[in-house]
């Protein structure tokens, strides 16, 4: 199945050779505001990370602890959605539009065509803007618009580690948060990898399948390797947004405001709880304990 | 036209009326409902998720005003309007309805009513002050009749920063009228697609030969000059009393490409991030040890030249402050990873705006790598007590021959170099960029220097 818009004149594909979350999303957070490429793709893969929405609650998605014990990425993104864990068994594809031409529909049914044609895979998209292996989910959809442009990105799992992103994307703390962030929605069957279908395939073959489908949709289109860690200083602009990216008061204070086991917690910091000398600290579950405790000895 | 007191629903301020519930004073200037725009995708409400501004807030068109999120999308709403914010119809966590009003902001700019159209500030007063008949009719050549362009604030501000001529912008908004993204494509920075509607209307002249008269839209904005601004003025005016003669040489980079390529694994092992510029400044250091007259300084009363024994050598870089100028010291005795190092450190630094005095002083040579940003030949401006500047352009692929005479492409970098006449002479220069232009160029003749 060819694009539904086929021969449109010009994009570009850009490959980042990044494994490092905060410089590929700085790389297409400057792609999407210069804008010097109406339409372009953008595709990278990460080191085991954790990604939240852009308003959501990481202590809420996520079990904060667990990750930092084990030195995985945790990101914030510009677009909206769930949070997903990911890591090198999967690929990240970014569609970069004006806003006229934003349409996630169409970019999941070129990826579901792509896969079928060429990979012999049979996916589904679904309203939800999710892809569905055999009723599993194996792709997570965002979108950000903002000043006539727009980008659609979403992750395509090949393979995982099931184990990390069951424990990581749990959070014991998800009964006890009372706020209004968007919360995830879980998959209704579970989380399933294209390698259920096809034990042979990796990333980069999957890579390749798309790539070819999609230059068919343009009649002209260039690729360009980049080295994004490499940007990183040799451009100051990309530099910007990504030492904005992994400021904790973008990762963590950018919380909408929640309630969780007594405190308030507004812009990441406490402000409000019944011990005064808590008020302006950065929230941590540990405080939760240590507040257990004391609760504890009070009696 | 305008509205009176009264169709506004305000009571005129009288001396004796001290106490009234209504907060506005006289005011001319209208207030807009601003809708929530079309998102698209046939959604009909989002939710607002974050305020960027708050009631009182002054506002200019293009600000981001707050973020909103449907499903998986999150939309950055910006304004459309200069102005100051008057009410905000939803609190976060609220459901907004796309078509209805966001918030309500008093308009600059337009003593008269506002229609919410595309382009908000479609009327401009009459000179005369009679209201002509159709708003809509004016003469489209009076937008550039006074020589000053037809732009709001923001779009003024756009270009100021970028250091842009309004004037030679080609306006495509309404009556010739510039808008932020003819400023933004007169840079260079996007591509537009063509316009969707002429952007020049012929329109019946109606007393046209003054033509609406064009008012100043913002205010002048007084700049003080500090810090890092206030040294360069300094040290400009003294590097004016020196006569500069300039010499400038394509220098062909394939096989420090090449090189630079191979080195990457081992950079990476050393925790080194590796580009040109340290090979290009060992380079110059190897060239100042054969022609050290270019590694000196003068004296105020030029009666002595100090040809300095170390090469500490300067880089401009561009801070959030402004330029600064640095230095890697001893650079004849560091090694091109050891350049690398300090010349992240400085970069490091400079971002943080914590370069230290130390850092600054005692520069004996300077280099401008203004092709990070781009340009190919420049003419860069000595640093007074110092000889010599270079200043290198942007690595380019263009044709040219190979020993066989063939075409292929070839990375080249242009170098523009500036020095003092007098006391430094055209052959002395001339030797020491080919010199430097041979290390460069045969990367494998800097290893014969090593000790």
Known sequence: MSCAAAGRATSRIFISHSKNIFANLAFEEFLFRTGRHPHALLLWSNRPCVVIGRHQNPWLESHVEEIERRGVDFARRHSGGGTVYHDLGNLNISFLTPHEEHCRTRNLKFIVGAVADRLGIQLESTSRDDILLNGKKVSGTAARISKGRSYHHLTLLVDTDREAMHTLLHSPLEESITTNATRSTRAMAGVGCLRDSQPLLTVPRLQEALLAAYRKCFTECETEEVDVDNLLIEAPEVAAVHDELIDWSWRFGKTPKFQVAGLSVENGCIADSPDKAQLGHRFQPALLRKGMEASRAAI | MLRSIAALGLKPLSAQASRTLIVSAVRWLPVVQFNLSDIGEGIAEVQVKEWHVKVGDRVSQFDNLCEVQSDKASVTITSRYDGVIKKLHYGVDDVARVGK???????????????????????????????????????????????????????????????????????????????????????????????????????????????????????????????????????????????????NDEMNFDELVRLRHELKEFAKEKHIKLSYMPFIIKACSLGLVEFPSLNAVTDASMENVTWKASHNICLAMDTPGGLVVPNIKHCEQ??????????????????????????????????????????????????????????????????????????????LMKFSWSADHRVVDGATMARFSNRVKQYIENPSTMLTQLR
């Open chain 2, 101 to 247: 009003p966001l918030m309500d902001i008093e308009v600059e700019g337009a003593a008269e009513e506002v229609k919410q159209k595309e382009d908000p500030l479609d009327a401009v007063k009459p000179k005369s002050g009679k209201p002509t008949g159709d708003k809509e009719a004016k003469s489209t050549s009076a937008a550039h009749d006074n020589g000053k362009a037809l732009a709001t604030p923001a779009v003024r501000r756009v270009a100021i920063e970028n250091s842009v001529d309004l004037s030679k912008v080609t306006g495509t908004g309404k009556d010739g009228r510039v808008l932020k993204e003819d400023v933004l494509e007169f840079i260079g920075h996007i591509k537009r697609a063509p316009a969707s509607h002429s952007n020049k209307r012929s329109s019946p002249s109606v007393g046209q030969s003054s033509g609406p008269a064009l008012k100043q839209l913002g205010e002048d904005q007084v700049v003080p000059i500090r810090g890092y601004a206030r040294a360069m003025i300094k040290t400009m005016t003294e590097a004016l009393k020196i006569p500069h003669f300039g010499y």
């Open chain 2, 334 to 411: 560091r090694s091109v990873f050891e350049i690398a190092q300090e010349l992240n450190r400085l970069h490091e630094a400079s971002k943080r705006q914590q370069i230290s005095r130390d850092d600054l002083s005692g520069g004996t040579f300077s280099l401008s790598n203004i092709g990070a940003i781009g340009g190919t030949y420049a003419s860069p401006v000595i640093l007074p007590p110092q000889v010599a500047i270079g200043a290198i352009g942007k690595l380019e692929k263009l044709p040219r021959f190979d020993k066989n005479g063939n075409i292929y492409p070839a990375h």
